[in-house]
């Protein structure tokens, strides 16, 4: 089936240092979204992209619908920017609005 | 205030019992979604819905009821829970496109 593949599964950063998360797709994909899931269980939205890129502080992300794939890039990584990353596609042979998740990157920063 | 409110927030049943998890969303969104989250698994859809009284099935329903009596509230039923059932369940509504998640309701079936 349809299925929503990231890398890396787990990643460690020190501080103030950069890295990028990735999602590959195995059908055409609509859209993509961004979560961020902290200690506490919270999941926060981070990126919708239907194309291109967006920014917000030192987090940007990329869809590429053609090559299948999107990624997201954090700046000067923070302890604050612990968590599990989420993306999410809706596929396009799915149903509007309807998300298939991958199973997740778990970042820790570390001083 | 949050926008997408669970209850209960942890829920202990046995095997056989008969679970109501209850989600309610201010924001306005015509969608709502019920998610189980399981190690390894990321989460997977189980129901979800377009409106009140609308009801589309997601990717693991089995065993899982769901309805949707207004455009606020939309609640999920477990009628014979099962050890298998044992998750971490997430709410979750939309306008169009991004989706906006509850703080989770973590059920345990002894």
């Known amino acids: 089936g349809d299925q929503v593949e990231q890398s890396p599964s787990a990643l460690s950063l020190h501080e103030g240092t950069s890295s990028a998360l990735r999602c590959n797709f195995t059908?055409?994909?609509?859209?993509v979204q961004w979560f961020r899931q902290n200690s506490r269980g919270s999941l926060i939205n981070l990126f919708y992209l239907a194309s291109g890129t967006k920014e917000n502080g030192r987090l940007k992300s990329a869809f590429d619908s053609k090559e299948l794939y999107s990624t997201l890039h954090i700046r000067d990584a923070q302890l604050e920017d612990s968590g599990t990353y989420f993306c999410?596609?809706?596929?396009?042979?799915?149903?509007?609005?309807?998300?298939?998740f991958g199973a997740g990157t778990r970042l820790a920063v570390c001083p | 205030e949050a926008a997408v409110t669970q209850s209960p927030r942890n829920k202990v049943t046995v095997t056989g019992g008969n679970v109501t998890l209850s989600c309610r969303q201010t924001n306005s969104h015509n969608y709502m979604y019920w998610y189980r989250q399981d190690t390894g698994h990321g989460l997977r859809l189980i129901h979800y819905s377009y409106g009140a009284g609308n009801l589309q099935i997601g990717d693991v329903p089995d065993g899982y009821k769901a309805t949707r009596t207004t455009q606020e509230d939309f609640f999920l039923l477990l009628e014979l829970a099962s050890p298998s059932q044992t998750s971490l369940y997430f709410c979750?509504?939309?306008?169009?496109?991004?989706?906006?998640f509850g703080p989770g309701t973590r059920l345990t079936v002894l």
């Open positions: 979750a509504s939309s306008h169009f496109y991004e989706q906006y």
């Open positions: 059908t055409t994909t609509r859209s």
């Open positions: 999410a596609a809706e596929m396009l042979s799915g149903s509007f609005n309807k998300l298939t």
